[in-house]
């Protein structure tokens, strides 16, 4: 049987199909340093799915399911994501808002400090780069941002913040400070309505105390929600009703974020799909667990369908997610027992709207790509510090031709990275709890004291980061077929750090060969890769 993404791509005719162009290529550049309101631009809207899967959504969308998700494959564009690495979901989606790599942006994962020794959850104080918001807030544009991942403290913009840790109810985690009261109703709302919440996901009457109770017919279930899916559900439920609250007036750009596949998709993934393990689930936990992750993609769908009604045809759509999921087996194996699903390299890009190329994309984007796409529909300029290049067979013809980007050499504005804010040791404990609760940290990592150091060095942080950045930024240079540059990040690391090197290669390669293998039509991928690897292995 066919997928639905080939079947939507063999109906759809007369599809306009924009060649790649390099910068030479592309319509007129403007250097102008001069900044404007997007004026009669479309508004964009992004929907930040963590941890969304093609293999999943296609599966379902084929079963008569997700009417979001099929609406915007029927009607706009669509593709595989390409995410160069690493899958650690508070680099990427930083990368998403700032169009920098980690290192420049210095978000390196979960927890800092970056070495050796106790950590905090990093926030939003170690984000050396402004994001999107902050650039169209520079130039009169209106902003509303709910759920972003290290967005906590919320920043002061023209604008709205809803931070990702809103639903805690921490002080400035909400921006301005107006919507607190709305931010306290619905927070209340969520609660009151839990056991309704927690029946849409689980089939049975769940208790959190049936984790601990090994008699309960219900006792391995309750284990692998508790302390993760469960509150998950209610986070996220408070945002999705903050977006409710909001959408009616989206402004230029309007971002509302989810982790509730990741989280799920984690936790549930045996019992949702277990064909690759050779021990088979009990058929009673397949019964209590195995509808969370479908449950999960509904619910998202639901905001799909919601901002579509609102928006669609008059906004620029965008979905996306930073990695797919699959099985945590054979490479992809998890380290605990109540893991059982894991990351793939290939995310997802949809798009709808006024300035979008309906049908399959001819190419496959990554990562990079977002970040200048967003700003060339938003009438922010692109600084040439920016490594990606905008998404042109997303985007229309006419609006290609109509709205030349612009680009400045650099972004100067008075722009400072939020003061850290002092959260209680309770809050954050229960925030690293969670990482723990996921795999993200290892059971020896505590939480330190408040007064951590939060600048970055990025040569003194532990190797396994200095890879895993690295890494990252070679692949995309390699994907880009940029030799050139994949090499002198490859010479810096020999410099450095260079008893490092062969950790580099392995994990470039293995990245590589795992986008060849699993992206349609991706056999031909980074064409240099072999060349270049026998050259600084010799």
Known sequence: MRSVLQIIAAAVTGLLVLSACNNAE????????????????????????DGAEWQVIEAMVDNGELPGFRQLMEEGAYGHLLNPGPQVSPVVWTTFATGHFARE??????????????????????????AIWNLLDAQGGDATVIGYFVSHPAEEIDGTI??????????????????????????????????????????????????????SPYHKAARIVEDRVDNRILSE???????????????????????????????????????????KPNPDNVRLLGQ????????????????????????????ISDHGFGSGTGSYETSSELLSGNHRPNGVILAHGPDIAPGPMPEHPTIMEVFPTVANLLDVPVADTIPGSIAYPLLDEAFTRDHPPRYVDRYELDWQPVAKQ?????????????????????????????????????????????????????????????????????????????????????RVAAKIESFRRDVPDGENLAPALEEFLARHRA
Do not use: C
């Open 162 to 215: 809803i931070s990702d840790r809103a639903f805690a109810g921490l002080e400035q985690s909400v921006q301005p400070e107006g919507l607190d009261p709305l931010a306290r109703r619905v927070r209340e709302s969520v609660h009151r309505d839990r056991d309704t919440l927690f029946s849409r996901f689980f089939p049975w009457d769940y208790d959190s105390s049936q984790a601990e109770d090994e008699t």
């Open 26 to 49: 592309n319509p007129a550049e403007t250097n102008s340093a001069e900044t404007s309101a997007s004026g009669d631009r479309a508004p964009v809207i992004v929907i930040g799915v």
């Open 292 to 319: 969370i992750i479908p449950e999960s993609y509904r619910w998202v769908d639901e905001v799909i369908q919601q901002i579509l009604a609102a928006h669609g045809g008059t906004a620029n759509i965008l979905v």
């Open 422 to 506: 002092q959260v209680d040791a309770g809050s954050q404990q229960e925030e690293m709890e969670s990482l723990r609760g996921l795999g993200y940290i290892g059971e020896g990592v505590e939480l330190s004291d408040s007064g951590t150091d939060a600048r970055l060095d990025f040569w003194a942080s532990d190797p396994k980061l200095v890879v895993r950045t690295l890494h990252a930024d070679v692949t995309y240079y390699l994907l880009q077929d940029d030799v050139a540059a994949a090499d002198r990040v490859t010479n810096e690391l020999k410099r450095r750090n260079p008893e490092l090197l062969s950790r580099l290669l392995s």
């Open 105 to 130: 942006h210095g978000i390196l994962d979960f927890v800092y400090p970056y070495r050796e020794g106790d950590k905090q959850p990093v926030d939003a104080s170690l984000r050396q780069e402004p």
């Open 237 to 279: 439920e408070f945002l999705r009703r903050m977006t409710s609250e909001l959408l009616s007036e989206p402004g230029d750009l309007f971002i509302t974020y989810f982790r509730l596949v990741d989280i799920v998709s984690h936790s549930a993934w045996y019992y949702f799909d277990h064909s690759d393990w050779s021990e």
